[in-house]
């Protein structure tokens, strides 16, 4: 028997609608992203037969020879791009027990701007492989689908907090940071007590979360503890990111969230988009209505989750953090005396200084 919804469902196809069901649809959006940070979105447009492709390029990607899945190693690439044994990525200093393959846009590198600012580090060519061709043209295909998605939402998100609706747009000219991780988490012989992901928040604007539908795992944190967020087939799960929460000073809600492992002999596979503002963009404040402004809460303080107000600093502190391999190897420059001994412990991560 499937577990209950615990998490607001939202039909994105009334932003088309009457003049009053697109009201409807700004007021939910507004609620669900206030109160839970986290919702289900249908009616989004994405058709079936592209999941379908998604989720069998991901299961073939996967099943491919360990060899060939190490020949694309993040370790290769300073631009954190490739994958990523069950393992090697941190949460707060904790292995996650997932694999991933990691791509952004398809983008040069850009060393000159890199010696300006060096979160342009991050921008440049993703590692494909050749063992399955098929893969790319899947998962650009997928990244442009729900990059369209993704700005149609922060766009309606603009209007539910009475802001013009494109006041985001300046922050997505010519780049927006389209980051795509198709992720399997292996069964665990602890079952639901390990750590698929560990607790942590999203640090860009909007996620959108394909989920496994048959095997569950996401659990979202509340005042009341966790809860789960299972599977409803044919949606997206949509999560706000701290740099929305931050332009709207904490009236949006980027909220902790974990993956729990599943149990053993059992797997599970999810696909998440992160869309960000573009690397050397400033996040733009919003000037809420007094009405709103009362029931801004402010961003939420996380010393394991600092904010910055420019989203390439962001990013790649949070990149350095979580894969601390990538980080010596390809930068270690950027990094502290203690960051580059913790580093090189299998138990901890580094820190960005």
Do not use: C
């Not at 907090?161 to 988490?185: C, G, M, N, S, T």
């Not at 959108?208 to 009341?224: A, K, M």
């Not at 044919?234 to 492992?261: C, K, P, Q, T, W």
């Amino acid at each position: 028997m499937p577990s209950p919804l615990t998490l607001p469902v939202i039909d994105f196809s009334l932003l088309d609608g009457s003049a009053g069901q697109r009201q409807q649809l700004l007021q939910q959006l507004r609620g669900a992203a206030r109160d839970h940070g986290f919702f289900y979105l249908v009616g989004h447009g994405i058709a079936a037969d592209k999941v379908t492709a998604l989720r069998q390029a991901a299961r073939a990607f996967f099943a491919l020879p360990e060899a060939d899945k190490l020949a694309i190693d993040m370790e290769n690439s300073p631009h954190f791009r490739g994958y990523t044994r069950a393992g090697e990525e941190r949460t707060r200093g904790a292995a996650d027990w997932r694999e991933q393959l990691d791509i952004g846009a398809e983008r040069p590198a850009r060393p000159d701007l890199a010696a300006q600012g060096p979160w342009w580090r991050l921008q440049g060519p993703n590692q494909w492989p050749t063992a399955l061709p098929e893969l790319k043209p899947v998962l650009l295909d997928w990244q442009q689908e729900t990059t369209r998605l993704s700005i149609r939402l922060l766009r309606a998100f603009a209007e539910a907090l009475q802001q013009p609706v494109d006041i985001f747009d300046d922050a997505f000219v010519e780049a927006p940071v389209e980051h795509l991780k198709i992720i399997r988490y292996p069964g665990s012989q602890q079952g639901a007590a390990g750590q698929g992901v560990g607790p942590h928040k999203d640090g860009g604007f909007l996620t959108l979360l394909l989920q496994d539908d048959n095997q569950d795992g996401l659990q979202v944190e509340t005042e009341q503890g966790w809860i789960d967020a299972p599977s409803l087939p044919g949606s997206f799960i949509v999560n706000i990111g701290e740099s929305l929460e931050m332009a709207s000073d904490g009236y949006l809600r980027a909220n902790v969230h974990r993956v729990l492992s599943p149990p053993e002999g059992k797997d599970r596979l999810s696909v998440a988009f992160f869309l960000g503002p573009r690397l050397d963009a400033t996040i733009p404040l919003l000037q809420l209505p007094a009405e709103l402004a009362a029931e801004a809460r402010g961003p939420e303080a996380d010393p394991d989750n600092p904010l910055f107000y420019r989203i390439g600093d962001n990013y790649l502190k949070g990149r350095l953090r979580s894969h601390p391999k990538v980080a010596v190897r390809h930068h270690a420059d950027l990094l502290s005396p203690q960051a580059l001994q913790a580093a090189s412990l299998p138990t901890s991560a580094g820190e960005y200084a």
